[in-house]
């Protein structure tokens, strides 16, 4: 599986961004798709996260500002964030778990794209 994010950019702080992101290569596998992002010198960490049935996971300190919905078909996802304010800025990547077997998940990122908020 292969993931190409794009959207991000330089925003001032209250402004919005949407973020988008295409999955290729094995798309039938993929049970889930999503957003991590990587601030400086901290951890990834996981954003949002949407799975092939419409379930829909969000990190606490993101809830009410970013929504993460998918395209018409089951190989984009999009991730909508408002309210922008310096401490999201990040390198966001796009994820994509997919079934590898039986209880078995392998987990992709992409290379991420660059998210700065201005105060």
């Known amino acids: 599986v292969q993931l190409q994010a794009s959207g991000g950019g330089l925003v001032q702080a209250g402004g919005s961004l949407r973020l988008s992101c295409a999955a290729s290569g094995s798309i039938s596998s993929i049970h889930a798709l999503g957003w991590y992002r990587q601030a400086p010198e901290k951890e990834r960490e996981p954003v949002a996260l949407i799975t092939r049935g419409g379930s829909i996971q969000y990190a606490d300190s993101v809830k009410g500002r970013f929504t993460v919905s998918r395209g018409d078909a089951w190989n984009t996802v999009f991730l909508d964030i408002d309210s922008l304010n310096p401490e999201d800025t990040a390198v966001y990547s796009c994820?994509?778990?997919?079934?590898?077997?039986?209880?078995?998940?392998?987990?992709?990122w992409g290379q991420g794209t660059l998210v700065t908020v201005s105060s």
């Open positions: 994820y994509a778990g997919a079934v590898a077997g039986v209880g078995v998940v392998d987990d992709y």
